[in-house]
């Protein structure tokens, strides 16, 4: 089964994006913060996509790609950027960190689960 991790601050959308994508089929891990993501990675859990947030307590989006990228078997899993951030400069910072996409919330479900579509083919 395809795993996403969902990294937010929000536990209403958390709640919101494991209900889409459990409908969906997907299996979900959550963390409210980069930091707690980073520790679920690094005690084994294996996604084969994370969505994050830019903005949140701890660790933020970006530094947490960055992080993420050097965790063992993260260095080419997608990383999609969820954020109410439109800024290109915050995107071309996301990017360089490792960031694969990026989405501004609100997000609809078909769209989400569009774009996951598009980078994780045959999921």
Known sequence: MTTVMLVDDSATMLMSLKSILTKAGYAVETAGHGKEALDKLSKG??????????????????????????????RFTPILMLTTESEQSKRAEAKSAGATGWLVKPVGPDQLLGVIKQVLPGA
């Open 45 to 74: 859990v294996k996604p084969n996509l994370i969505i994050s947030d830019v903005n949140m307590p701890q660790m933020d989006g970006i530094t947490f790609a960055r992080e993420a990228r050097k965790a063992p078997g993260m």
